[in-house]
Every structure is written in structure tokens, then in C-alpha cells.
């Protein structure tokens, strides 16, 4: 049996992490951008023993071209941006 | 018929027996705990267990492995007691060799001596007279011996049992569980029905010979302790006083030898496992160590949910990494080579040739379960490096931090393992991307991990980052060939 670990986001998804990511003033650790495209979002408390239950690690990739470590993530709780319309 | 009596080499192989086999029942069960389940499945599932010896309750919505499943027996019961398998296993690979060497003695002058007459059932007709033997026992009466023989009917057949069939079985059942030999013949371990029946059976065989103890011994004293016990140490039934100090002497004198062995595998494990692990490990590398996985599994005999040993590192740079899918994952190849590489993972998945295979997993633990795993065969690896001519060993460092990410293991520091260079070119060892036919999962060593299928699982390291080529490794950690073999006293080869 194959577990996808990753989970594939809608737009208002993608849409509710870029809000966190402005709330929070997420910049990227390699250029300072602020600027980011959202990919999927890695559920991990079941998985790593450090992690709470609906934490997840949420992909992102700095928008800016010239960026020397564009793929980063930020960790947000399900209710913050997991649910549908 | 010869005059079948208690000659010398009886006498010693007997007591020699007594030994061995006592410190094969408690290491047998130091390693029984460390996976205290039974299954006659080869999945091992979850809850399947025919038999459980813990009372241990395992999460449903947190990833456990099987390391949070060990138990922690004690001394008095199991060699050396407290979750320590890695010693446990030099005791009994030891205990067995020593076993195995005086069992046959005993029956080669079996043979040589004509006292093999003594086990043979020249008639049909011994079996009623065995049962009306148990009868006259169960009337608290004793049978007599047969004509000019040392045993009555149930004796002479149950010892002959023991001999010819008990004994030989265990050790049947005992190689059967070795990875090596399940890889390379893989229909041995099927006659027995699989893995977990081998080692089940190998329980229930473990149970008999208990039972056949505590039979013997409540015997000997039912027919005389003395009278007996004089036999196995004079050679016939004379001076049953000093037969009686002598064998309550020797009894005490096993308690001690126990009791001192324990305390002294426990005070320096490290001793214990260099000084056993050089007995084990000569024999290993003689008998098994060559032995190729020719193993190709079914689709049907795949296990749905393959059992997970060791916990994902839980590093800020692998999680990101995990959750882009190991986009920015890089395996650095390195050491003792002409031509250092790094390899994306975009390289290894298009790698010029694909492997799959399907093979029983086994892991030190006892457990298995039956995966199909592909990848890049390690030997393309290594030709695309070219390793100097003094590389004897290759070296696998993983992402996991064992101190930060697996607090069921004591020890901490970066996990490795290293293997002889020559195991890479076997056919069957990969670097594994996929499982089942999907990217392979993060519990399972995600993205990138080794399949080498002659040894148990901890040396198939997972979450690889770097591979580095060496001529020693004795610089690396505790010297000992890897992070279970220096924190946890594992062997390096682990053939079974």
C-alpha cells in the first residue's frame, strides 16, 4: 500500500497560506522575498515525533528568479488554511 | 546389541549440553522480547499475533515502530535481560555453535561406539509398552528397563525423540530464519511454511525441550536422584552420596556460571560483544557471507502495510524537503574514489537501468514482512565512481540524528552503517526510490534508501544523504562497523 504524504491544495487553500504568510511576515531564508507560489502541504504529526496533530509543512517556492534556495515551507495548523469552500 | 552403558563421552557431552543449551533458552528469549509477538503470517501484522508476551498497547494515531514494541525482560530469565538484543544475539549464536559441535560429537560416537542402540526401536511393539509405561508412571509406580538396555520403552523413545528429532528440528527452524539463507534458498523457509512459521515453530520447539526438562529432572528424582544422577557422573549407580553432592555442586556451579556471564556481559558489553562477536563472525563470514538473494516474491505475497522500523529525522531542511518531494535532494558520493559525484534525484530516477524486486524483509527483531522495492543497483554506483584499489568498505550516512529522532534506541549521533565493498555488487542490493510501485514513503527511508537482502533490516540504511568510500572504518564513530554495532553492540554482518 502507497501513503501519499503530500496533499495537493486547492486555490482558496493556496490562497489562505499566502494570507498566513503575510500575517506573519514570512520572508525567504535565502533572498528575503516576500513573494512566494504555494505547492502541497505535508501533514506531520503522525509521521514525525516532534510535530503536534494537524501540523503540516506547507511547500512554497520563493518568487523570485534570481533566489539561490528558492524551496522553502512554513508551518501552519489545519484550521488555518485546510478547509474547503 | 552391545552392553549399552554410561561411558565417559556420554558423561561429558551430557554435561557439556546442559550448558549450551541452558544459555540458549535465555538468550533465545532475550530475543523473543525484543519482538514479543508470534504470527504465522509473514506480514506480521498488527494484531495478528497468534502469541503476545507484553502488555505494550502501540499507537493508532502516531507513527510507532518496532523498537517502541521491545520488551524489557529480566536477567533471571532472559541473557543478559534489559533490551539487550545486540548481546543476546552473540550469546546465542555462540551457545548454538558450541551446541551444534558437542551434539554432533555426541552422535558421531553415537555411531562409532554402537550406543546408538540405545535410541532404536527395534519393534512396533515398544510403543504399547511405552504407553503402559506412562500408565505405570501415572500409578506412581516404575516401569521397568528394557532387556539389557539403560531405558524403559518410554525413555529409550523419548530421548531418542529429543536426539533425532527435537534437536535437529530446532536448528532447522533456526537456520531458517536467517536472512541470508531465506534470500539465497528461498524455498528452505517455505517447506517450513515461511518466516514466521519458522520462528514459531521454533517457540513451540523451544517450549518442548522445557517441558522435556522439567520432565527429566522431576524423573531423576522419582527414580533416585542419586542412583541417577551417579550414572552421568560415575558411569553406573555407585556412591549415591557423593553423586548427589557432586551434580547439586555442578547445578550450583551453572547458577554461578549464569549469574557470572550476565553480570559480565551487562558491566562490559563492549568486551563481550568483541570477544563472542569473534567466534560468531568467523563462522558467519565462512558459511553465509557469500550467499546471493535470489528472491522474486509475487504480487499477491506483497504485505499490505509493511512493518516500519527507525523514525524520519525530524530536521527543519528534511521536513521542507519531504513537503516539496525531495526536489532539492542530492546523495553526495565520495571517500576513496577517482570521480566524487552527486547524483539529484532526477539522476537516480533516470538512471540508466531500473530495478525491481520483491523480497522478504527481515529485521533483527524477528519480524518481516514482503515488499517490492526498486532502484539503481549499488554496483552501477560504484563503477560510475571507480573506489581506489585499497576500498575494502562503503559507508551509508543518513539524515537521522538517532538521539534526536529515535529516543527508543539509547545512543545518539549521526546513524550510518557500513558494508563490505563486495556486497554491492551483489544483484539483488539497490539504492531503493520506490515501494510497492510508488515513490517510496518518508517511514521507509524516503527518498532514497538500501535494499541488501541477505542481511536484516538496521543495515539497510534509510534517508541517505552521502556514501563515502573507505579501506577502514574503525575511525568512524565507536570503530564498529555502524551506529547499532557501536551504541546498541549489534554485529557488522548480520547473515542471520
Known sequence: ?85 | MPELDFPAWIRITHFINIIFISFLIRSGIEILGTHPKLYWNDDSKPGSEWARFTRKVMPKDKLYDTLDEEEDYSSAVAMPGHKQLGLGRHWHFVSVLGWILCGLTYVILLFATGEWHRFWPYSWAIFPQAFEDMVTYLSFDLPPTLPGEPYNALQKLTYGAVVFILAPFQILTGAAQSPAIEARFPWYVRMFGGRQWARSLHFLALLAFLVFIVIHLFMVVVHGFGKETAKMIFGAEVYPVAATIIALAALAGLVVLHWAATKYTLAYPRSTQRILGKVTNNTRRVLLHRLKSRQDYSKADLTPEHRVNGKPPTSEEYKIMAAHNFADYTLEVGGLVERPMIFTLEDLLTFPTKQTQRVLHNCVQGWTSIGEWTGVPLRQIVESVRPRPEVRFICFWTMQDSGRDEPSAPGSGQFYEVLDLHLAYHEQTILAYEMNGGPLPITHGAPLRLRLETQVGFKMAKWIERIEFLDDYSHIGEGMGGWREDNVYYDKDVEM
Open chain 1, 1 to 85: 500500500m502507497i501513503i501519499r504524504e503530500n496533499t495537493e491544495l486547492t486555490e482558496s487553500q493556496k490562497r489562505r497560506v499566502l494570507e498566513r504568510v503575510e500575517e506573519r511576515n514570512f520572508t525567504c531564508a535565502s533572498c528575503g522575498s516576500g513573494d512566494f507560489s504555494v505547492r502541497e502541504a505535508l501533514e506531520m504529526g503522525f509521521l514525525f515525533l516532534d510535530e503536534e496533530h494537524g501540523t503540516y509543512m506547507v511547500a512554497l517556492t520563493c518568487a523570485n528568479p534570481d533566489c539561490g534556495a528558492p524551496r522553502t515551507g512554513i508551518r501552519l495548523y489545519r484550521t488555518e488554511f485546510l478547509w474547503d469552500e
